[in-house]
């Protein structure tokens, strides 16, 4: 045991009426909705980079936290930093967690020596995740940070960097599998372009399809089970990123034919960024059968960044959750914070509440959610709205073709009647629920 977390006891639930500083209000795992366990639905997972990596710096400042495991660049504190993790996942009770190999492992400025490091460190998670109920939701590759991926991973000009990348991949797939990883994800955050005046994007896209069916086929190589995942962000680091959001990154896997092969991880956040909602992203992934995983968390609508703070409105949460549970679920995926505390949040205590009010803003979006499936007034709607095309003359129609339908429209003097979009009906039922 660490003293990191002295005196503060493992949340509970505590119902809605606690008045405890620290608890669950509405998250309670052992729920059962919709006929499954609340925490086998959210499958909640903690993001290392956030919670344990990050050191509080913005663009005016430096380091504001002060962790008794910095500076992250030894391994013996890389080992600390991972018992306080560990005992972090227990107190909250979270079934899973989230990392980059940057975040667990001390960097050594060479491939041999970061290999070498990831290796030892996810040896040690392993060890302790035998006697530790959490598990690894999904591994990453930091492939954004170190000056060498300033141009781009997959997509750089330097064919070295490509090589880097697929070694630097590679090392990552083995230590998420060894982790028993239930997915791999890719985040490409250099993978675009400052400016387009020194950019070959045809090449760039091709590269990077390329290289993630390479991904593919070391993965089925391996044996290793879980879903590789893309994760769409529109920019920021780059001025524009490849994969902006989930309908670009869907063409780009059809492009490559990988459309089989990957899944999306979609984050709050990023849809925001990319000027949609989390539900419309999640709505455009799940009409293709290609929602993986969710990175939650919200922006701050006025600072117009990427500010990765934890989800606070019921609302939002509720509709994502809406179209997850309609599409059946997040199968091997999970709702990942991606989160980080404010700046100046700098107590222990903090990085337990925030992630305790993610929890409980989940758990009411879920449970709200699931009562508006189970009433059907959403589903009644749409059935109305689209009830013309259930007669067999609407289907032969979209067998058929313009002129026919032409002469059709003439013959029998199709006039069609407005209907209302009944969008503010829509609206109050939906607050009867959030
Ligand atoms: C960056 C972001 C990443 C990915 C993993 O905005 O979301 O943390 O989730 O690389
Ligand atoms: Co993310």
């Given at each position: 045991m660490t003293e990191f977390f002295d005196g503060i006891a493992a949340l509970a639930?505590?119902?809605?009426?606690?008045?405890?500083?620290?608890?669950?209000?509405?998250?309670?795992?052992d729920e059962v909705v919709l006929g499954k366990r609340m925490e086998d639905h959210l499958r909640f997972a903690v993001a290392w980079w956030h919670s344990f990596a990050w050191e509080g710096g913005d663009p005016f400042g430096g380091q504001t936290f002060e962790r008794?495991?910095?500076?992250?660049?030894d391994m013996g504190r890389a080992k600390m930093k991972a018992d306080v993790a560990f005992e972090m996942f227990e107190k909250l009770g979270v079934p899973f967690y989230c990392w980059h190999d940057a975040d667990i492992r001390p960097e050594q400025g060479n491939y041999a020596g970061n290999l070498r490091t990831l290796e030892e460190i996810t040896d040690y998670m392993a060890e302790k995740q035998e006697s530790a109920k959490v598990r690894c939701l999904w591994g990453t590759a930091n492939?954004?940070?170190?000056?060498?991926?300033m141009a781009g991973a997959s997509t750089n000009p330097d064919p070295e960097v490509f090589a880097y990348a697929a070694a630097t991949v590679k090392g990552c797939l083995d230590a998420t599998m060894k982790l028993g990883g239930e997915n791999y994800v890719l985040w490409g955050g250099r993978e675009g372009y400052e400016t387009l005046l020194n950019t070959d994007m045809g090449m760039e896209l091709d590269h990077m399809g390329r290289f993630l069916s390479m991904v593919v086929d070391y993965k089925h190589k391996i044996g290793f089970k879980g879903t590789i995942l893309v994760e769409p962000k529109p920019q920021e680091p780059s001025k524009h990123q490849y994969d902006y959001d989930a309908a670009t990154c869907i063409g780009f896997l059809r492009k490559y034919g990988l459309e089989n092969e990957v899944k999306l991880n979609l984050e709050q956040g990023h849809a925001i960024l990319a000027g949609h909602s989390f539900e419309h992203e999640i709505a455009v992934a799940a009409a293709e059968g290609m929602l993986g995983s969710i990175d939650m968390n919200r922006n701050d609508y006025q600072s117009g960044?990427?500010?990765?703070?934890?989800?606070?409105?019921v609302p939002e949460v509720a509709l994502a959750y809406y179209h997850i549970l309609k599409a059946g679920g997040l199968g091997t995926g999970g709702t990942n914070f991606d989160a980080k505390l404010r700046r100046q949040s700098i107590d222990p205590i903090d990085l337990l509440a925030g992630h305790a009010g993610g929890m409980d803003v989940c758990a009411r979006g879920l449970k709200a959610a699931a009562t508006m499936i189970e009433d059907g007034g959403l589903e009644q709607a749409l059935t109305e709205r689209y009830a013309g095309w259930k007669t067999p003359q609407a289907q032969e129609m979209l067998g058929s073709d313009l002129a026919s339908l032409q002469k059709r429209v003439l013959d029998e003097g199709i006039e069609p009647e407005p209907r209302s979009g009944r969008q503010e009906r829509l609206e109050n039922y939906v607050n009867r629920f959030v």
């Open positions: 639930y505590e119902g809605p009426e606690s008045n405890s500083e620290l608890c669950y209000r509405h998250y309670n795992p008794p495991w910095h500076p992250q660049d492939m954004f940070s170190h000056r060498r991926w960044w990427d500010t990765d703070q934890f989800p606070n409105n």
